[in-house]
Antibody
Framework: QVQLVQSGTEVKKPGASVKVSCKAS????????IHWVRQAPGQRLEWMGW????????KYSQKFQGRVTITRDTSASTGYMELSSLRSEDTAVYYC???????????WGQGTLVTVSS | DIQMTQSPSSLSASVGDRVTITCRAS??????LNWYQQKPGKAPKLLIF???SLQSGVPSSFSGSGSGTDFTLTISSLQPADFATYYC?????????FGQGTRLEIK
């Protein structure tokens, strides 16, 4: 069965960077894009960007352009999302999701809580 | 960016009730509209895609309709497991935006 398993909770200071991983299993990793979506406390879901797991091409939301980097390691069937210059407003649960097509998220990771606090 | 607005933001209902949630896009998204259910501390779960197609494994009590800018999610007979927050999402163009959510509570 398809599973996306994310790395654990992170606590970071303002200005630091965080890198969240998303390990895929149960399907051919390179066949489907991986998207990253975050949810701040009590807020709506917010799309950050995606990676074509096959060729590594990426697209980012303008809101995060310059601060977010999405990568993948095909040998490990794992996607990564790195967010830099963290501020308190970046405190959120970060999700990876497998895109079936047209940004349709059929499978999700369990979420990774990132807390930014001095 | 395409803005997605849901109504109501919260809703109280009883088991067995029929409920409808609406989602409006700030511009046409044809039928590139998906619905998700989220329970506290859990990832969203896909319910409806392409406005009206039921995701495999989702009860037939869930249905979706609409096109263009106006969409609805209907639950024909509420079950205890249906009390959750529901989000619409447009997949017409990036950034792929979500509605603010509709919290469905037990009356």
């Amino acid at each position: 069965q398809v599973q996306l398993v994310q790395s654990g909770t992170e606590v970071k200071k303002p200005g630091a960077s965080v890198k969240v991983s998303c390990k895929a299993s149960g399907y051919t990793f390179t066949d489907y894009p991986i998207h990253w979506v975050r949810q701040a406390p009590g807020q709506r879901l917010e799309w950050m960007g995606w990676i074509n797991a096959g060729n590594g091409n990426t697209k980012y939301s303008q809101k995060f352009q310059g601060r977010v980097t999405i990568t993948r390691d095909t040998s490990a069937s794992t996607g990564y999302m790195e967010l830099s210059s963290l501020r308190s407003e970046d405190t959120a649960v970060y999700y990876c999701a497998r895109d079936r097509n047209w940004a349709l998220y059929e499978f999700w990771g369990q979420g990774t809580l990132v807390t930014v606090s001095s | 960016d395409i803005q997605m607005t849901q109504s109501p933001s919260s809703l109280s209902a009883s088991v067995g009730d029929r409920v409808t949630i609406t989602c409006r896009a700030s511009q046409t998204i044809i039928t590139y509209l998906n619905w998700y259910q989220q329970k506290p501390g859990k990832a969203p779960k896909l319910l409806i895609f392409a406005a009206s197609s039921l995701q495999s494994g989702v009860p037939s009590s869930f249905s979706g309709s609409g096109s263009g800018t106006d969409f609805t999610l209907t639950i024909s007979s509420l079950q205890p497991a249906d009390f959750a927050t529901y989000y619409c999402q447009q997949s017409y163009s990036d950034p792929y935006t979500f509605g603010q959510g509709t919290r469905l509570e037990i009356k």
